[in-house]
């Protein structure tokens, strides 16, 4: 089975603060993906990469960045968190990025910005 | 430019009455298609997909869904619902980027399952 893990369930960050969210996965997968998830907007893109030390812009990457240095773990980072970030942020990776291929999602980090 | 419009944010159905989950979408291009459950507190997990073979698919807990080109529509249903089908769904469509494939999501539809 694939396995995504993302470092933590639940998180309570100030404004202003440096956040990282991390992503690993267990299946040798070439793509990963960065998604947020709110309430009536189901899940929108942000980040994701293709490769190692690849990235590129999803739907809303405004005030997020990414990074990934090794193939099974992609990094989300906010650099100045705000309180428009507070929701619930998905991980997700896919063998090989086809158009017919599922993508494998982690449990999700729930982002509470104060 | 691609997208899908879940018509139901609500479902309410009775334990072992009909679940219909209804989905329509845009593409520039034969897409593919998903459906995705989220249980509470969980991840997404594959209910089933299109990805143009059989336009009746079959899935994990009793699910299909038809792919109705002439419709745009790709609607979700269950013969008899199960309490621990109450979760949220969600319609994707797939489309191909220069690199890597790029998945649109519905708004997700909430299911309730009465005793």
């Known amino acids: 089975d694939v396995k995504v893990t993302q470092s933590s369930r639940y998180l309570v960050k100030r404004t202003g603060e440096k956040v990282f969210l991390e992503c690993v996965q267990d299946?040798?997968?070439?793509?990963m993906f960065w998604y947020r998830q709110d309430p009536g907007l189901g899940l929108r893109l942000i980040y994701f990469?293709?490769?190692?030390?690849?990235?590129e812009k999803g739907d809303i990457p405004e005030g997020y960045s990414v990074s990934r240095e090794k193939k099974e773990r992609f990094s989300l980072i906010l650099e100045s968190a705000s309180t428009n970030q507070t929701s619930m942020y998905l991980c997700?990776?896919?063998?090989?990025?086809?158009?017919?291929?599922?993508?494998?999602f982690g449990p999700g980090t729930r982002l509470l910005v104060l | 430019a691609q997208s899908v419009t879940q018509l139901d944010s609500h479902v309410s159905v009775s334990e072992g009455t009909p679940v219909l989950l209804r989905c329509n979408y845009s593409?520039?291009?034969?897409?593919?298609l998903f459906w995705y459950v989220q249980h509470p507190n969980k991840g997404l997990q594959l209910l089933l997909k299109?990805?143009?073979?059989?336009?009746l698919v079959k899935g994990i807990n009793g699910f299909e869904a038809e792919f109705k080109k002439s419709e745009t529509s790709f609607h979700l249903t269950k013969p008899s619902a199960h309490m621990s089908d109450a979760a949220e769904y969600f319609c994707?469509?797939?489309?191909?980027?220069?690199?890597?494939?790029?998945?649109?999501f519905g708004g997700g539809t909430r299911v309730l399952v009465k005793p």
């Open positions: 299946m040798d997968h070439e793509n």
């Open positions: 994707v469509v797939s489309t191909t980027r220069a690199a890597g494939n790029k998945l649109t």
């Open positions: 997700a990776s896919s063998p090989t990025g086809t158009v017919k291929e599922t993508q494998y």
């Open positions: 990469s293709y490769d190692v030390k690849m990235k």
């Open positions: 593409s520039s291009y034969s897409p593919s």
């Open positions: 299109y990805t143009s073979a059989a336009t």
